[in-house]
């Protein structure tokens, strides 16, 4: 039987695609992560340029610099998960610590010319980091067969069937390349026991029942999360005459993504064959992605700036592998050789995110301090999976279309210098990406920090929080009553930055 397994690891399966509107949203979000300072102000950069982070929002702001600058940030990360489901609440928080930020700039200045600057930067960023960990507990009247029955419906029985000769593993994998993918869960949940044909000796057969008695079962699942979507922004920039800025970027991004599901269910009437089932999947996810970034910022006058900034689509290129695994106590004997070692390969696909576009206004007070404003504007309504002809992909496009709508965003930070120190403080708003703001609420933040300013080089510490409520499903199909999410997220930032 090892020999089997080994021999379709190997196998690429053409599965139909389980790829949908929640996969855009992840990847169309961007949090404020970067340096201590940008973070302490809750990343209002867009009219003032002058921070290695902040030339994300708007490239010219490296011409900003006056001198060559490095700058390496990082960030203590605390998150905090609260989920109601059926009115029981599961709490899940952790922490952990890593570089978030590494960049530099070069500066180069003209006496003979218009243009009185050039500005060649390099950064790397986390825009997203991944790791998460979720409980959802609760006593539901909606089992996971359910979720089995939904995907089974309408599937011709014969079809399901192992054949002669074949292995439970092989014939898992064969359906998920022959049939797709909800043919593959009808397998699953029939030899995992959970459903029946309701004509079994009929290979025509479409009509499914469920073989658990219950009016409520008690549900439990864990989703643990890893990855990131990591950011090098490569940034030229220059500065004309004394009151204006341009700059250009490229953005290159690195993404990896691992989510692993625990589901168990319990709590069947005492007439019932299945009394526990346990249904694990894990995903994983790994691809590139590439933007471009246009912007300016000019200065009105000694203490008015204004900027704007046009942020492209993000054209991901991704490739996903799952697997999963089910038990109960009527399923068939051999169900255990389905693992996560009998993996189904996804082809390529392509996220496109939509663009953006920044305006901001700042007021710079001399050497005292500044006020920031910055508002952002996305149509996730121009959301995309790729490619548009695949059947799913087209049904996904088209829940995007009608269910997302346009998100605004407003930063506002300011800072106040006291000699060398710098405090600062920010607040952050960023709208539901759905039009109901209903299944995604409206997320949250506020934002403290403080530096201090030795000459050549700076210190800053930031404290950065977020709020956000967001429903959740446990699977896709089935199981229709979310569970209520509060999300809750801290950063606690230390940045170094040395001026040459």
């Not at 139909?16 to 509107?21: F, I, L, P």
């Not at 006593?139 to 029985?157: C, R």
């Not at 509060?486 to 606690?492: D, I, P, S, Y």
Request: aromatic residues 12%; proline residues 2%.
């Amino acid at each position: 039987m090892k020999k089997q397994i080994t021999f379709f690891l190997g196998l690429v399966c053409t599965l139909a695609s389980a790829q949908n509107m929640n996969d855009v949203l992840q990847y169309s979000q961007e949090n404020v992560i970067g340096t201590a300072r940008y973070q302490g102000m809750s990343g209002a950069f867009g009219a003032l340029g002058g921070d290695m982070s902040a030339i994300a929002v708007n490239p010219a702001g490296a011409a900003v610099f006056n001198h060559h600058q490095f700058t390496a940030t990082l960030s203590l990360y605390y998150k905090k998960n609260n989920a109601t489901y059926f009115n029981r609440n599961s709490e899940l928080d952790e922490n952990y610590l890593e570089i978030n930020q590494i960049g530099g700039v070069m500066v180069f200045k003209s006496n003979n010319s218009n243009w009185r600057k050039l500005a060649i930067a390099a950064n790397y960023g986390i825009v997203q980091n991944f790791d998460n960990n979720i409980s959802i507990s609760g006593i539901s009247n909606q089992g996971i067969d359910q979720y089995f029955l939904a995907y089974a419906q309408g599937t011709p029985f014969g079809p399901l069937l192992i054949q002669d000769g074949e292995y439970i593993e092989e014939a898992y994998l064969d359906i998920g390349e022959k049939l797709g993918f909800a043919d593959q869960q009808a397998f699953l949940g029939y030899y995992g026991g959970l459903i029946d044909p309701v004509d079994e000796s009929n290979d025509n057969n479409i009509d499914y029942v469920s073989t658990a008695d219950y009016s409520t079962v008690t549900q439990n699942f864990l989703q643990n999360t890893t990855g990131y979507n990591n950011k090098f922004t490569l940034n030229l920039a220059s500065q004309y005459q004394e009151n204006l800025y341009v700059g250009a970027a490229i953005n290159i991004h690195s993404i990896l993504y691992d989510k692993y599901t625990e589901f168990t269910e319990i709590g069947y009437d005492t007439s019932s064959q299945i009394q526990r089932t346990t249904f694990d999947n894990f995903l994983h996810t790994e691809g590139s992605a590439f933007s471009f970034t246009l912007g300016a910022i000019a200065k009105l006058n000694d203490n008015i700036r204004i900027g704007g900034s046009y942020q492209s689509p993000t054209w991901y290129q991704l490739t996903d592998d799952t697997s999963q695994r089910i038990s109960s106590d009527i399923a068939a004997d051999d169900i255990n050789f389905i693992n996560f070692k009998v993996v189904n390969l996804f082809e390529k696909y392509t996220i496109k995110t939509p663009s953006k576009v920044t305006g901001s206004l700042a007021v710079v007070f001399g050497k005292d301090g500044l006020l920031s404003f910055d508002y952002g504007f996305q149509d996730m309504r121009d959301a995309e999976l790729r490619p548009t002809n695949d059947a799913s992909f087209s049904m996904s496009n088209t829940a995007i279309a009608n269910q997302l709508g346009t998100v605004t965003t407003y930063r506002l930070g300011g800072e106040y210098r006291i000699d060398e120190v710098s405090l600062r403080g920010g607040y952050r708003y960023e709208q539901s990406p759905y039009a109901n703001g209903n299944i995604i609420g409206d997320l949250n933040g506020y934002s403290l920090g403080i530096g201090y300013n030795f000459g050549p080089s700076r210190l800053d510490l930031a404290f950065n929080t977020t709020e956000q409520d967001a429903d959740k499903q446990l699977f896709d199909a089935g199981l229709t009553t979310p569970a209520r999410i509060n999300h809750k997220q801290t950063n606690v930032t230390l940045g170094y930055t040395v001026n040459f």
